[in-house]
């Protein structure tokens, strides 16, 4: 689950409640499309965006994993305890709030991704609370909103970031703001005309081919003919083939990758 990020005009205007979703989950449990069943329009888009980054277990029928709808209910609700820990964070500074703005950021050093997060399809907003001295140099920094296995790497992240200093009055003070650090795993490129595929089914020789994709957006695999693939994740195009495969290989399993290698021909099927 990835928390929603709360909409800053929401959150202004101290707005609350239950966004209620209907999600479609594919076989793998990832969640592919949302739509609202109960609104609070201001809370819709920041409650779409989170379920569709979230994952759930494949729903199995007759030992078969199958897509699946779903209701949901997003929890929008202020946290006082965020205000709290902030309230302690900010003593000997000033708080940037209301009228008095944040500092520019002037010098921004990106997150480093974790490994063990990119390999666990971990990605949303680490939401920090940052104090800065009177040269914009950040001092210190706390967490106020968590994504556990993301945190130490916004941190690291924002302990190196310089910003504007912060005046009030025409001096130069310390500064207390917030901080947000968005993780987004790249998606995978899709497939266009001209690129050529290495393929491998179940590592058998006679099933590896190298297939140029044709100008009509297709591929031409042995005893399958035509295959489109264009427009679709390596993934998704892998999928295809392994579904048509289905009547000359009990289970097949396609490995697809982008190559390098001139297209090897096949003869008509």
């Known amino acids: 689950m990835v928390r929603p990020v709360y909409p800053k005009v929401a959150r202004q205007g101290r707005v609350e ?23 609070i329009p201001v809370l819709d888009q920041a409650a779409v965006d989170a379920v569709k980054q979230w ?11 199958r897509k699946a709808l779903i209701t949901v209910t997003v929890r929008f609700m202020l946290d006082e305890a965020e205000n ?28 480093v991704y974790p490994e063990v997060a ?9 939401i920090l609370g940052v104090k800065t001295d009177e ?4 001092i210190d920094v706390i967490v106020l909103r968590s994504i556990p ?16 200093p912060l005046v009030v ?20 490129p899709l497939i266009k005309p001209g690129d050529t595929l290495d393929i491998d089914v179940n590592g058998l020789p006679d099933f590896r081919a190298a297939c140029q994709v044709s100008a009509a957006g297709s591929i031409t695999y042995r005893m399958l003919g035509d295959v489109r693939v264009a427009n679709l994740s390596l993934d998704e195009a892998g999928e295809r083939l392994a579904r048509l495969l289905k009547p000359y290989l009990r289970e097949p399993r396609v490995t697809m990758t982008f190559g390098q290698a001139p297209a090897k021909k096949f003869p008509a099927p």
């Open 135 to 138: 040269r914009g140099k950040v």
């Open 118 to 126: 990119r390999l666990a399809r971990v990605q949303g907003v680490v």
């Open 169 to 188: 009055e025409g001096k130069a003070v310390p500064a207390v703001f917030t901080a947000t650090v968005r993780f987004k795993l790249q998606e995978s």
């Open 55 to 65: 994952k759930y277990e494949p729903m199995v029928v007759d030992g078969k994993p």
């Open 84 to 111: 709290r820990a902030m309230s302690k964070f900010a003593q000997g500074a000033v708080r940037a709030e209301g009228d008095i703005k944040p500092p520019m950021l002037v010098k921004e050093v990106p997150a």
């Open 149 to 164: 296995l993301l945190d130490q790497a916004a941190i690291d992240a924002v302990r190196q970031w310089t910003y504007e």
């Open 17 to 39: 409640g239950i966004v209620i979703l209907e999600a479609k989950v594919d076989e793998q449990g990832n969640v592919i499309d949302a739509r609202l069943l109960r609104s």
